[in-house]
Structure formats: structure tokens, C-alpha cells
Nanobody, 119 residues
């Protein structure tokens, strides 16, 4: 079992910045990839950014150059630094952690944190 607790969401004006944090606890030794997804009302959940245990990152085209994902293994925490925010970034942001064992791969999700960008 893995528990994920997110923080850092809020209301910001267009062009502003926010940093999201996601702290993992529980069976952290089997966590492989971690990442952030987002879901706006009436839309499907979409990938924002992911990072592997080795620090290899992947970003959605819509956030490249504006968002940066990072991972502090000592603190079991993943961050999402969001700069130059746009109204279309308004969504609930979910932290994701994928655990890998010999038997299975399993995704865990945080409870979500609201990010609202006003124009």
C-alpha cells in the first residue's frame, strides 16, 4: 500500500506560479515512476509530467517549458513547479505513483488538489 498526500494548490492569476508537492508513505521501496495528472470538469484525466526513479522526465506538450517535475528520494516527495500559468491549466491535479513488483504493477493516486488560474 502507498499513500499519497498532495499540497500546494490554490488560486493564482494568469502568468503566476505555484508549486505542488506530493509526499508518499507506506511501501515506498517499490515505487517506480511518479507523476502528475490533471482533470478539468467534463474532460478526461490527462498526463502532465512523470519522472522515473533515475530522474528521467516526460512532459505533456502543453506544459513543456513552463512546468518542471522533480523528485526528492530522501523525502519520498515529488514536486511540480508550475510557471507562467494559463487559465487552461485550471484543473484538479492528481499525484500518481506506480509500484512494481515481480507479480504486478499498480498505480496509486492522491486525493487531488485544485489549481485555478484566473485571467
Amino acid at each position: 500500500q502507498v499513500q499519497l498526500v498532495e499540497s500546494g494548490g490554490g488560486l493564482v492569476q494568469s502568468g503566476g506560479s505555484l508549486r505542488l508537492s506530493c509526499a508518499a508513505s507506506g511501501s515506498i521501496s517499490i515505487i517506480n515512476n511518479m507523476g502528475w495528472f490533471r482533470q478539468a470538469p467534463g474532460k478526461q484525466r490527462e498526463l502532465v509530467a512523470t519522472i522515473t526513479r533515475r530522474g528521467i522526465t516526460n512532459y505533456a506538450d502543453s506544459v513543456k517549458g513552463r512546468f518542471t517535475i522533480s523528485r526528492d528520494s530522501a523525502k519520498n516527495t515529488v514536486y511540480l513547479q508550475m510557471n507562467n500559468l494559463k487559465p487552461e491549466d485550471t484543473s484538479v491535479y492528481y499525484c500518481n505513483a506506480v509500484t512494481v513488483t515481480i507479480a504486478t504493477t499498480y498505480p496509486y493516486w492522491g486525493q487531488g488538489t485544485q489549481v485555478t488560474v484566473s485571467s
